[in-house]
């Protein structure tokens, strides 16, 4: 992956989220108004709304955008809602150009860590500065690279509390690590954090993986998909590693929930789910 990979595809999703936002209330998925303030650049972004209304992004990746929506929605309820139970603090996982912890109402009673690669934070801070001024104090970056540093010695120095209620949001990360830095991740959060933390994350059936479409699309975006959990197995993966009260959503459960309406035809597509775990 080069060095700026992290950062162009964080980019990507916030076009995306960004061209949702525009829509009328009645019809968009997801709302994120932050979002546009990290497209990288206005040719850019009208070409991006041009493949995706023309309906040229939904043929050669049917349903991948609604996707990408649907999880958003779903991860700010799940926060949402976690908010409202009671939290300490909030670790946003590979967090890219996420914007929960400048929308979300009340996020702000908690610390929210945001973890990611040096070079995509320092992208994120300089665009993040143009529509949020001054920084709010509730917010820290913690730069780390998954596969290389140890997540728990980076937020701990960061004054990441090990007893506090923590929601770990993982969202868009897992498919490109190595097992061994998903197991590290989890090892962490099941070991280092207080009573009734959680982790969401999204992830790939490993026969998703085998998809030679799959793997023609990764090639094309410079991408490497590595990880995956065999379909209708994430409960003992989980449970092996510690978790418990695990909640899978599918494609078609997100479907059910939320393309209603206007949205009823839209397609999502397959082969990736969000799993919720406790601690």
């Known amino acids: 992956m080069k060095k700026d990979k992290s950062s162009m595809s964080a980019a990507g999703v916030a076009g995306l989220r960004a061209i949702e936002a525009e829509k009328p209330e009645a019809t968009r998925i997801s709302y994120d108004p932050l979002a546009h303030a990290f497209v990288p650049g206005f040719i850019t972004f009208q070409l991006s709304k041009l493949m995706i209304n023309s309906g040229l992004y939904e043929r050669m990746a049917p349903g991948a955008v609604a996707f990408i929506m649907l999880r958003e929605r779903y991860i700010d309820e799940v926060l949402i809602k976690s908010l409202h139970e009671g939290l300490d603090q909030v670790v946003i996982l590979g967090a890219g150009f996420d914007t929960r912890a400048y929308r979300i109402a009340g ?4 610390r929210v860590f ?3 690669r040096p070079a995509t934070q ?3 801070l300089e665009k993040l500065k143009k529509v949020v001024d001054p920084l709010p104090g509730h917010v820290t970056f913690v730069p ?5 540093q140890a997540l728990g010695d980076r937020l701990l120095a960061s004054g990441y509390l090990e007893n506090g209620k923590t929601l770990f949001i993982w969202q868009g990360v897992t498919y490109f690590l190595t097992p061994k830095g998903v197991d590290g991740t989890l090892a962490f959060i099941a070991s280092h954090s207080g009573p009734g933390s959680t982790v969401i994350f999204d992830y790939m059936h ?15 975006s410079g991408e490497e998909y590595v990880f995956g959990i065999d379909q209708g197995q994430v409960e003992p993966f989980l449970s092996s590693r510690g978790f418990r009260d695990i909640r899978n959503v599918t494609p078609e459960d997100l479907k059910q929930l939320y393309l209603t309406g206007p949205n009823a035809g839209r397609a999502v597509n397959k082969g990736i789910d969000i799993v919720s775990a406790r601690v």
Do not use: G, H, Q, Y
Not at 144 to 148: A, E, G, L, P, Q
Not at 206 to 220: G, I
């Open 122 to 124: 320092e992208i994120k």
């Open 144 to 148: 780390v690279d998954f596969n290389t």
């Open 107 to 110: 996020i702000e009673k908690t």
């Open 206 to 220: 490993s026969e998703t993986l085998r998809d030679p479409r799959v793997k023609r699309a990764a090639k094309m």
């Open 114 to 116: 945001e973890v990611d």
